[in-house]
């Protein structure tokens, strides 16, 4: 099973700093790599797949980068809006994979 | 815009049964994989099962694997998820997701329903 691993825990910014995500895979996945947010009592929302493709309608301030085992997502300016849980899966390998997530929180 | 409605849910004694429903509709239900996704505040989303569009290939968690069956109906645009000898630890919020390839074999998830719970207790 392919773990994968988020980093920080927990990010404090303030709105309209950058916010930089860290997902880290235990072996490579290619660019097999979505990211989600999730708010309080939502279901997650999908933000990105391919590691760098937006879904549609998401705002150019996200961004997704990395390749293989390392991936980044990057909020360049949060918004009131943006401040949630990100969460990281793979899916180039079953059994399909998450990461435990980062919660973005108003320095 | 794609819905997904989840019902099912609920209070279950350990070793018990459960069945889980996911009413599809705006997309074409047939021609997509399908997946249930569950979450714990403890350990957060996990993975659970996937049925290809047709049905013919399912995987599963290991965790589930022998005790729950994924299932679709086509015809009522519909996906279950059987669920048997409950533990406490299949207590979570349960999801079923769309796969994000038409026709693909297991990929991210877009869109989730809004969730059912389930919890095993006594």
């Known amino acids: 099973e392919i773990v994968m691993t988020q980093s920080p825990g927990t990010l404090s910014v303030s709105p309209g700093e950058r916010a930089t995500l860290s997902c880290r895979a235990s072996q490579s996945v290619g660019s097999n790599l979505a990211w989600y947010q999730q708010k309080p009592g939502q279901a997650p929302r999908l933000l990105m797949y391919?590691?760098?493709t937006r879904a549609t309608g998401l705002p150019a301030r996200f961004s997704g980068t990395g390749s293989g085992t390392d991936f980044t997502l990057t909020i360049s300016s949060l918004q009131s809006e943006d401040f949630a849980v990100y969460y990281c899966q793979q899916y180039s390998n079953w059994p399909l994979t998450f990461g435990g997530g980062t919660k973005v929180e108003i320095k | 815009q794609v819905q997904l409605v989840e019902s099912g849910g609920g209070v279950v004694q350990p070793g018990g049964s459960l069945r889980l429903s996911c009413a599809a509709s705006?997309?074409?239900?047939?021609?997509?994989?399908m997946h249930w996704v569950r979450q714990t505040p403890g350990k957060g989303l996990e993975w659970v099962a996937f049925t290809r569009y047709d049905g013919s290939s399912k995987f599963y968690a290991e965790s589930v694997k022998g005790r729950f069956t994924i299932s679709r109906d086509n015809s009522k645009n519909t996906l279950y998820l059987e669920m048997s000898s409950l533990r406490a630890d299949d207590t979570a919020v349960y999801y079923c997701?769309?796969?994000?390839?038409?026709w693909g074999w297991g990929n991210w998830f877009d869109p989730w329903g809004q969730g059912t719970l389930v919890t095993v207790s006594s």
């Open positions: 997701a769309k796969d994000g390839v038409d």
């Open positions: 705006e997309f074409t239900f047939s021609s997509y994989g």
């Open positions: 391919g590691a760098s």
